[in-house]
């Protein structure tokens, strides 16, 4: 299971890297506006602090096919490894994937909110597909359609792996875990979420009270 941070704040991204097992960070046009950083630095400072393993997801931003691929081409060109260009399934999109997966370009299908049209990007040769989970429920069981994709591309033996994408709540991640999803990009709010817990602080300062009044030290030795 890879988990990837769907974020470009570079302090959360620090933060979470440090604390967790991270593959790597989605952006899109909205993450990047977030950062008040021109895109250009944004990008060049996500491509210095990650490590040459972990996975950046970049998306393209023209719509038209000649600007997606355009577009597809510069963000593969941004690092020797591991860059990812995203990719929005429009019909301009998918057209776009199947031209840039024939040049060896790495694709991440975006903005999926069906089933069906994430499993004719991977058809198109998509490495991963990112469906968004929360934005999926507000049409309807966007849990259960992600796994109905997962479904698909294991009946059809397709190799595209599922990036889900958009979640809002920890229950959204822990139900596509438990699934067996192969990827998930949680944004730092969430994250925070499955992180801290609060019943582990009581039960860590229970301890400490207990030891402290036994043993009158706060150490395990002497
Ligand atoms: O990568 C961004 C994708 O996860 C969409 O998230 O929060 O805009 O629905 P959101």
């Not at 950062?35 to 990650?50: F, Q, R, V």
């Not at 499955?194 to 039960?203: E, K, Q, R």
Request: aromatic residues 6%.
């Amino acid at each position: 299971m890879e988990l990837i941070l769907d974020t470009a704040d570079l302090n959360a991204i620090k933060e979470y890297d440090e604390l967790l097992t991270v593959s790597g960070v989605t952006t899109n046009p909205s993450i990047i506006t977030k950062t008040g950083k021109e895109p250009e630095t944004a990008l060049a400072e996500l491509i210095d602090y990650l490590r040459p393993e972990q996975k950046l997801f970049v998306q393209t931003v023209q719509t038209t096919v000649e600007g997606i691929v355009e577009e597809a081409r510069y963000i593969a060109s941004l690092r020797p490894e591991n860059m990812y260009a995203k990719i929005p399934v429009t019909r301009e999109g998918l057209r776009a994937i199947k031209l840039v997966k024939q040049e060896g370009i790495k694709v991440l299908a975006t903005s999926i909110y069906s089933p069906d049209t994430g499993f004719l990007a991977a058809m198109n040769g998509a490495d991963y597909l990112a469906p968004y989970v929360n934005r999926m429920c507000n049409f309807g069981d966007g849990v259960g359609q992600v796994i109905d994709l997962q479904r698909m591309l294991t009946v059809h033996g397709l190799p595209t792996k599922i990036v889900a994408a958009s979640f809002k709540s920890v229950q959204q991640v822990h139900d596509l875990i438990v699934a067996g999803i192969e990827a998930v990009t949680v944004p730092p709010e969430v994250l925070k979420n499955m992180v801290d817990h609060p019943g582990t602080p009581i039960a860590v300062d229970e301890f400490s009270v207990a030891w402290e009044q036994a043993y009158g030290r706060s150490t395990l030795r002497a």
